[in-house]
């Protein structure tokens, strides 16, 4: 038996998805998984060991080592660079990141238009690429609101059905990029679990190329 493998996993709309991945891969997660409010889950018979973070702090934990492996939004990987491997694309939670604003507002004139988003890195170097000066407000939720009261001009969020927009009258104006999560490696790990990383990111690949048919 090898050294046991910890897993950082994201509470939250990715939690579901990600534990049905690992299931279908053939790992045995016990029933309690999905219910429990235990922040740490041993499971033995895999020699695992899950920890539950937020969504946004799954790459500080597989960066500083507590975590071996992780599971994280790309978005969450755009904002920050982080010291971890992206080894494979799990397809799920798939939603993207646009640019969106009251309608018939895209065209006006402020000098430096006020962007409310929760990602001001991404939201950063995207109106830099564009070389467009903006002036970045960072919040941490219910980004949609900002316009609405007149905090910003435009927002940078994430978008997945669209209805947060329609139903705050609030319209697309540019598309960013698309989000899906990824199983991202600590590097040390890496060398020394090869082994077992190699086997979990090869039967994860199978489960993942098989629902792409
Ligand atoms: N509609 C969506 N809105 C936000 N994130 C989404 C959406 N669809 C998929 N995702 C993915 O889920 C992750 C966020 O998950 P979740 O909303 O549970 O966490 P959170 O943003 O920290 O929320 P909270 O702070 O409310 O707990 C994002 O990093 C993104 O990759
Ligand atoms: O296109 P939709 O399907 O409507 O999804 C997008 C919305 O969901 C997320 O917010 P969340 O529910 O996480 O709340 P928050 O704004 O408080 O983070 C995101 O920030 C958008 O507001």
Redesign the pocket.
Same mark, same amino acid.
């Given at each position: 038996m090898g050294n046991m493998l910890t897993i950082a996993m994201p509470k939250g709309?990715i939690f579901d998805e990600a534990a049905n991945l690992l299931r279908k891969a053939g790992y045995k997660l016990p029933p309690e998984f999905d219910e429990s409010r235990k922040l740490i889950l041993e499971v033995p018979a895999e020699n695992m060991r899950f920890i539950l973070a937020k969504p946004m702090d799954v790459t500080t934990y597989v960066e500083h080592g507590v975590a071996d492996i992780g599971i994280a939004g790309k978005d969450v990987m755009l904002e920050e660079e982080r010291d971890v491997y992206e080894v494979l694309d799990l397809k799920i939670s798939d939603?993207y990141l646009a640019v969106a604003g009251l309608p018939n507002m895209s065209g006006s004139d402020v000098v430096a238009p006020k962007v409310a988003t929760?990602y001001p890195g991404v939201a950063s170097s995207y109106f830099r690429e564009q070389g467009e000066q903006v002036e970045i407000i960072k919040l941490n &939720?219910?980004?949609?609101l900002a316009p609405l009261i007149g905090l910003a001009d435009r927002i940078v969020?994430?978008?997945?059905? &669209?209805?947060?927009?329609k139903e705050n009258g609030l319209v697309e104006l540019e598309r960013i990029c698309s989000i899906t999560s990824r199983l991202i490696v600590n590097p040390v790990s890496y060398r020394m679990k090869d082994a077992q990383i190699d086997e979990l990111v090869s039967r994860l690949s199978e489960v993942v190329e098989g629902e792409a048919k």
């Open positions: 709309r939603c929760k &939720g219910s980004i949609e969020d994430i978008v997945s059905t &669209g209805r947060t927009l």
